[in-house]
Structures are given as structure tokens and as C-alpha cells.
């Protein structure tokens, strides 16, 4: 069982940037893909993007594509989400999640982040 723990999220002005961590520990994620998502305030809980285990593909859904990025460092055993050009509309808890190998589904979740962003 892979644990997750998100950090990086905060408080920032429109326009801004921040970037979240997830470290995994208990075994490698090398092998996993990884999914950020977010659950703004009285809303469901949505997919972000996701990075395959290699780090060769990575998808965005369109409302951050250009301006959230996410990398992985599998020696470190951590994903990132670089945020840029935040707009409030971006406040959320921030969640990342694991997919193992040869499963269609997410499994592993952390605790999630807020990031709060002020227009």
C-alpha cells in the first residue's frame, strides 16, 4: 500500500504560482501512473491531468492546459503540479492519486491540499 502526502498548496493573488508536491512512501510509484485532481468549494471532485510512469505522456483536462504542469521524479519518489497563471476559479483542495499498473482506476489518494486564490 502506497501512501500519498500533498504539499505546496497556500494562499496567493490572482496571477500567481505555486507548486504542489506529492510524496509517496511505503513502495516506489515508478510504476504507477499519477493523477492530480481538485474539489473546489461545493463542487464534486475533478481530474486535473495525469502523467504516465515514464513521464513520456501527460494529459491535462482544458481548463489548465498552458498553464499547470506536471513532472515526476521517480528517484524521489514525487510527483509535481507547477500552478501558473492562477485564477480564483482555481481554489480547491488538491488531491493526487495513484494508478498502479494493469488497473483502470485510481486506488491510492492522499489527504489533499488547499490552494486558495484571491482575485
Known amino acids: 500500500q502506497v501512501q500519498l502526502v500533498e504539499s505546496g498548496g497556500g494562499y496567493v493573488q490572482a496571477g500567481g504560482s505555486l507548486r504542489l508536491s506529492c510524496a509517496a512512501s511505503g513502495r516506489t510509484i515508478s510504476t504507477d501512473a499519477m493523477g492530480w485532481f481538485r474539489q473546489p468549494p461545493g463542487k464534486e471532485r475533478e481530474f486535473v491531468g495525469e502523467?504516465?510512469?515514464?513521464?513520456?505522456?501527460?494529459i491535462y483536462k482544458d481548463f489548465v492546459k498552458g498553464r499547470f504542469t506536471i513532472s515526476r521524479d521517480n528517484d524521489k519518489n514525487t510527483v509535481y503540479l507547477q500552478m501558473n497563471s492562477l485564477k480564483p476559479e482555481d481554489t480547491a483542495v488538491y488531491y493526487c492519486?495513484?494508478?498502479?499498473?494493469?488497473?483502470?482506476?485510481?486506488?491510492?489518494w492522499g489527504q489533499g491540499t488547499q490552494v486558495t486564490v484571491s482575485s
Open positions: 492519486a495513484a494508478r498502479p499498473s494493469g488497473s483502470g482506476n485510481f486506488v491510492s
Open positions: 502523467i504516465s510512469r515514464g513521464g513520456g505522456h501527460i
